[in-house]
């Protein structure tokens, strides 16, 4: 009987990443890209959560669902896009996959010349 249960919920949990894939057909990256560049100024933290919120409520994906796609405990989603916490890079890398992005992190000089 758990075996059952537990085939239910892993094919609910493939259900919902092909209507993740699906929704990201639809989903006008273009207008996420100007509204990320345009926080130049806005911290990595504060980028990080604007990102993970409007993203995934743009795809129309809840927190209790991205939570079952990507194994991230949903009370951390919460308080990630909230600002309460700072996730791990695997963690961003993670949920950044089942929201259909990489993640790139790149050093910069802090120097002017």
Known sequence: MNHHLNQEAHMSAQQASAQ???NLATF???ALEMALSQMGGISPEMQLKQFLH???KALNISQREL???SGVNQSNLS???NGIINPSIATIQKVAACLGH???LRFIP???E
């Open 67 to 69: 939570s079952k796609m």
């Open 20 to 22: 993740n894939v699906a």
């Open 54 to 56: 409007d993203t995934r």
């Open 102 to 104: 990489k993640v790139e």
């Open 110 to 112: 802090n120097y002017k």
């Open 28 to 30: 006008d990256q273009s």
């Open 79 to 81: 308080k990630i896009e």
